[in-house]
């Protein structure tokens, strides 16, 4: 599996973004995707992630009620939905998925992609 991160960049404080993720490869094997994010100096921290059967979703604290996941599996993209950000929002976003093939699990990362917010 492959993922490719796209959609960061700088925006003021209070703005938004759309971060996507396109996943390609054995993307049939994918139960979980979820969004990390990583600033200087800090632990990478999970933002949100989604499960690809029941589309039941998770968020972490900071992000509730700003940040929205979701999933097109048709299209194997997956989305991050970021408003009302924060200078504290300012990381590298990682996408992330999860796979289960022939009794073995996979984890799977992008390269991520920058958000900035100004303040």
């Known amino acids: 599996v492959q993922l490719v991160e796209s959609g960061g960049g700088l925006v003021q404080a209070g703005g938004s973004l759309r971060l996507s993720c396109a996943a390609s490869?054995?993307?049939?094997?994918?139960?979980?995707m979820g969004w990390y994010r990583q600033a200087p100096g800090k632990q990478r921290e999970l933002v949100a992630d989604i499960n690809s059967g029941t589309g039941s979703t998770n968020y972490a604290d900071s992000v509730k009620g700003r940040f929205t996941i979701s999933r097109e599996n048709a299209k194997n993209m997956m989305y991050l939905q970021m408003n009302s950000l924060k200078p504290e929002d300012t990381a590298m976003y990682y996408c992330?998925?999860?796979?289960?093939?022939?009794?073995?699990?996979?984890?799977?990362w992008g390269r991520g992609t920058q958000v900035t917010v100004s303040s």
């Open positions: 992330n998925a999860n796979s289960a093939y022939g009794g073995f699990g996979y984890e799977y």
């Open positions: 490869g054995s993307t049939f094997s994918i139960n979980a």
